[in-house]
């Protein structure tokens, strides 16, 4: 029994002199990173796609809507004017599938945030140095709130808010998606354009709420390059120059923060039945576009 008991201990022993002794093993720090941010700014100057100032057309209305989420599916640094698109430092880039026939975003891989929330990082060894003058974002979907006219009994107006979902990207492959409480089953491509609108249940004028889905005619792309470096047709590519361009040495120890902010003043657009500047889906008016209206990229080192 004796010489079991030494064996035991002796075995033991092995074991422990074989366990690492010096605790677990230090967190190597990942370095400096490229961070980004959305900011949404409704008193950003409203641009059109060529990059300048744009006004609403005769017969149609706009507001400013507020932004829950937005997403993107390309990021890239460009260097010059005359850099072309993909030509630049590309950071990002998101999934796509043809599993609905051509070649789309996967809604659901896309990182949707909110303001201030951080977008997407990588680090800055990573990136390679050199200076840029412009920011590409390509934004793929958007989820935001309006307010909006009903008209109850057909003579009694009223005013709530409505939660609508936008697909801005070229082509989106959507499975399903949530409005504000009410899921939309898709299961299929959906081009540019693409849009779900969402009213809550209010009691007793809308005690079931309601909801509709359609398609937007055209969606505003801002593209200030358009002369020298324009975009692919169908995308929603937009571009913006920093105020001062980025220089990345590959030295850095501090990460460098990026806030897109982009310009959501009246980018909600419709076409006006009754002209009172009120959107009213019930009463046949139709949504024509909901493209940012600007992007002014800027940074924190």
Request: neutral net charge; contains cysteine.
């Amino acid at each position: 029994m004796k010489i079991k008991t030494l064996y035991f201990i002796a075995i033991l022993l092995i074991v422990v002199l074989a366990l690492p002794c010096c605790g677990p093993k230090p967190v190597e720090p990942e370095g400096a990173k490229l961070v980004f941010k959305f900011r949404f700014d409704s008193t950003q100057v409203r641009l059109n796609n060529m990059g300048t100032p744009s006004t609403i057309p005769s017969g149609h209305a706009a507001l400013s809507p507020r932004i829950n989420t937005m997403a993107s599916h390309y990021i890239e640094l460009t260097p010059s004017m005359f850099t072309q698109v993909g030509e630049g430092e590309m950071l990002y880039i998101g999934k796509e599938t043809t599993m609905g026939g051509a070649n789309a975003i996967i809604f659901d891989s896309l990182k949707r945030a909110s303001e201030g929330e951080m977008l997407f990082s990588i680090p800055l060894s990573k990136v390679k140095a050199g200076n840029y003058e412009y920011l590409r974002v390509s934004l793929a979907y958007q989820n935001f709130d309006i307010k909006f006219k009903y008209t109850y009994n057909g003579s009694i107006p009223m005013y709530f808010n409505g939660t609508l979902a936008s697909f801005v990207g070229y082509n989106t492959y959507i499975g399903s998606y949530l409005l504000k409480t009410k899921t939309i089953s898709v299961n299929d491509d959906k081009l540019q354009g693409y849009w779900g609108f969402e009213i809550p249940p209010v009691s007793p004028y809308l005690p079931t709420g309601y909801s509709s889905t359609g398609q937007a005619p055209g969606t505003t792309v801002v593209n200030p390059l358009a002369a020298t470096s324009p975009i692919p047709a169908g995308s929603c590519i937009v571009t913006g120059k920093f105020g001062q361009a980025l220089n990345i040495t590959g030295n850095e120890t501090a990460d460098i923060v990026i806030t897109v902010s982009l310009s959501t003043n009246k980018s909600f657009e419709w076409t006006e039945v009754n002209a009172d500047g009120w959107f009213e889906p019930t009463a046949g008016e139709v949504i024509t576009d909901m493209g940012i209206r600007g992007m002014i990229p800027s940074y924190i080192k």
